[in-house]
């Protein structure tokens, strides 16, 4: 009798011991010479590490495009987004046209900014000075396409006839540029960006950043409050003598409304107490602040799990 209620006792402490059900977690990030990649790669680990139950992987994927597309497809379970691919396939609009996401925020993040990069010598100063030159827009799938097809509209160019465009991500665009096979690339990312930052430092390459941040009214006008006029400080990377003025959106954390609240509260709150964590990873992510949130800087809905998250540290949202 007493070993039958030992084993009885033994296998209910087996039982309560028991780990939780796995849960994976797909993080959609972007391309390997970008911040999304490495940021998330930071995001996936310390969620494997701090949530009960949780395994997270982070995925090489397009960017913001290919993030929200996966999300409304179920093939991600988080994603990294610029707030205007975000309003945009929330919206069901430009390439989300007749297939809207129902994607909600989980955080805003850090500023994206616009780099229109060139190099010493190439002839390219200013704006104006791309037309009819091997331009690099950004690789299909992403943000950086995005934005630069409305930087370019509002400069008054047109990205078709008056470029000889390439669509590459930001690693092979540095390549293509030190090759001498393009002139110019358009890249939206934190500071710095890895990829920029090895172009920069190639020997007898000088860095050129073309300002821009004039052309911010007319693309919020066309597209909505969605961009700021900032700046690259001076010396973020070799060569660079001068601030770039810039035009610049926020990066956003989302997910689908399908996820459950707990879940997402689980995401925000370990993303927010394991800050300096990620901050190792990248300092972009020292932007990642309480301050940030508000329907502003997101103009998507918050998840409920972040709302519930951000109402205990005294945020209101919606």
Do not use: C
């Not at 008054?156 to 540029?177: H, Q």
């Amino acid at each position: 009798m007493k070993r039958a209620l030992l084993s009885i006792a033994l296998a209910a402490g087996v039982a309560l011991a028991a780990p939780a059900a796995a849960q994976n977690i797909s993080i959609g990030t972007g391309g390997t010479g970008g911040v999304y990649y490495p940021m998330g790669g930071g995001l996936a680990n310390i969620l494997s590490k701090y949530v009960n139950g949780m395994q997270a992987t982070a995925e090489v994927t397009g960017g913001s495009v290919d993030n929200l597309k996966l999300l409304g497809n179920g093939k991600a379970d988080v994603g990294f987004s610029m707030a205007d691919a975000g309003w945009d396939a929330y919206k069901g609009q430009d390439k989300f046209t007749g297939s809207p996401v129902q994607v909600r925020t989980l955080a805003v993040l850090y500023p994206n900014r616009m780099h229109v990069v060139s190099v010493e010598g190439a002839g390219i100063n200013t704006m104006a000075d791309l037309k009819g030159k091997r331009v690099s827009t950004g690789s299909p799938g992403s943000a950086t396409e995005v934005m630069a097809f409305r930087l370019i509209e509002a400069a008054g160019l047109d990205r078709d006839k008056d470029l000889k465009r390439e669509r590459l991500g930001v690693a092979e665009s540095v390549n293509a540029l030190k090759d001498k096979k393009i002139d110019a690339f358009f890249w939206v990312g934190g500071i710095p960006t890895a990829a920029v930052t090895d172009l920069a430092a190639t020997p007898g390459t000088k860095i050129k950043l073309l300002d821009h941040a004039e052309f911010v009214d007319a693309m919020n006008k066309k597209s909505g409050p969605l961009y700021v006029k900032a700046d690259i400080p001076a010396r973020s990377y070799a060569g660079q003598d001068a601030s770039n003025q810039i035009a610049s959106v926020w990066n956003i954390l989302v997910a689908s409304d399908k996820m459950s609240e707990q879940t997402a509260y689980n995401i925000v709150k370990t993303m927010f107490e394991k800050k300096p964590e990620l901050i190792a990873v990248h300092k972009e992510a020292t932007n990642i602040d309480f301050k940030y949130q508000n329907n502003n800087a997101s103009p998507i809905p918050y998840h409920p799990g972040a709302i519930r998250y951000f109402k205990e540290q005294g945020i209101e949202l919606k």
